[in-house]
């Protein structure tokens, strides 16, 4: 592999630090070897030069909330009707634009089995590097419950819910996903808008089956629990028995912010999906949920954001679309952070949220080297580094996968 040298850049290490002018940084073995003064480390004649004046250097970034195999605004019918093969195919595209957006590694909430994984880690395809929960757990009649009254599935592929209705049954339905490979174990600790019979005030797990789950997932290594949880309720629940993140987060109250606060627990918010338009192809009974929810929810994220929660970037692409995955930088922003607390998030902290923090999400000598290159500053821009055109180069343990034009 060719060593590459970044030369001359403005960095922005996604540590918090504030920004360095005139930086080079080195890539050796697809690790990160230095990061220096420009003009100041040895160059040799294995090593390809990218000029980065004027451009901003980043972490490659983090997307802590995707599907890579659904499409945001689905026929449900046609998804029944479709065999697994297109749900695969269809996911090289959406993992690929991903990528393109900046995002070097996501965690997929449900959908992804082992083999997408291993695709990534094999080169057989593009993308970001995938951490995976394979499916979500749920209860009878919760988020992910995809049948009809009289009991047809409606949810086909790895990522049909998993039903079970005790403390015991959840147990196992851990055991099981983990035995497929999951990193990640995924439970609707409420219902959602998405799923016909749930609610996101109600439907989800009762408390010692979240404590369950919780435990048994620890149990293997330390397992990081991801809860779906839109109402309060749920979110208190969750929170409490001790999950690590909590996805969407819609109707947390304060005694919950402050909870999270205090036991570090992180706020996936997933806002690209909260502000969707609810013209955009949406089934009725989805956007009659969504009608109600939307301005408060905004309205309890930005009072969660600006207490201070742990916040890791999240997007939901699937349900919102794939490949303009950093358009959430702009909305942490509209939601009290300020642009550094955001490009935190995207980085370093969802490294630390996702257990990569020695890998990936900084620009710091030994971790790899994945790394965006842009001609944006994000600090008075943000918004325009949801422009996959505005990401200029995309480097991927030590390899350039998408080049400058
Ligand atoms: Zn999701």
Not at 251 to 256: E, G, K, L, R, W
Request: charged fraction near 20%; hydrophobic fraction near 45%.
């Amino acid at each position: 592999m060719t060593d590459l040298l970044l030369r001359d850049t403005r960095l922005i290490d996604g540590t918090g630090a504030d920004p360095r002018e005139r930086v080079d940084v080195l890539v050796a073995d697809g690790l990160i070897s230095a990061v220096a003064p420009t003009g100041t480390l040895p160059t040799g004649e294995r090593l390809r030069v990218v000029e980065g004046r004027g451009r901003t250097l980043l972490p490659g970034f983090l997307d802590c909330h995707v599907h890579v195999s659904t499409l945001p605004a689905k026929d449900p019918m046609a998804d029944v009707l479709a065999p697994e093969s297109l749900f695969v195919l269809r996911s090289v595209p959406h993992l690929s634009a991903t990528l393109d957006a900046g995002v070097t590694t996501v965690r997929d909430l449900a959908g992804a089995d082992s083999g997408y994984r291993s695709a990534v880690e094999l080169g057989l395809i593009r993308g970001p590097r995938l951490r995976i929960a394979i499916r979500i757990l749920s209860v009878t009649g919760g988020h992910g419950d995809w049948r009809t009254v009289e009991g047809v599935a409606l949810d086909t592929g790895p990522g049909a819910g998993a039903i079970a209705d005790s403390p015991a049954e959840f147990v196992r339905a851990v055991r099981e996903v983990l035995r497929q490979g999951a990193d990640w174990v995924k439970v609707a600790a409420t219902g959602g808008m998405g799923s016909p019979a749930s609610h996101p005030e109600s439907g989800g797990l009762s408390g010692p089956e979240l404590r369950a789950v919780v435990e048994e997932a620890d149990r293997h290594g330390g397992v990081g629990v991801a809860a779906h949880a839109q109402g309060a309720a749920g979110i208190a629940a969750a929170v409490r028995a001790g999950v690590r993140s909590i996805e969407h987060g819609y109707q947390i109250d304060d005694a919950t912010i402050d909870l999270m606060g205090e036991r570090g627990t992180w706020l996936v918010p997933t806002l690209s999906t909260l502000t969707r338009p609810l013209s955009d192809g949406l089934a009725p009974w989805v956007a009659a949920k969504r009608r109600t929810m939307k301005e408060a929810a905004s309205e309890r994220l930005h009072a969660a954001l600006t207490a201070g929660v742990p916040v890791a970037l999240g997007t939901d692409a699937g349900i919102a679309p794939h490949g303009t995955n950093l358009t959430e930088l702009a909305l942490l922003v509209e939601h009290g952070l300020t642009p550094m607390a955001a490009l935190v998030a995207g980085t370093s902290g969802a490294a630390r949220m996702l257990g990569l923090e020695d890998q990936v999400g900084s620009v710091v000598p030994g971790l790899r080297a994945d790394l965006v290159l842009t001609e944006v500053d994000p600090l008075t821009d943000i918004a325009a580094l949801a422009d996959p055109d505005r990401i200029d180069l995309v480097v991927q343990d030590g390899r350039a996968v998408k080049e400058l034009r």
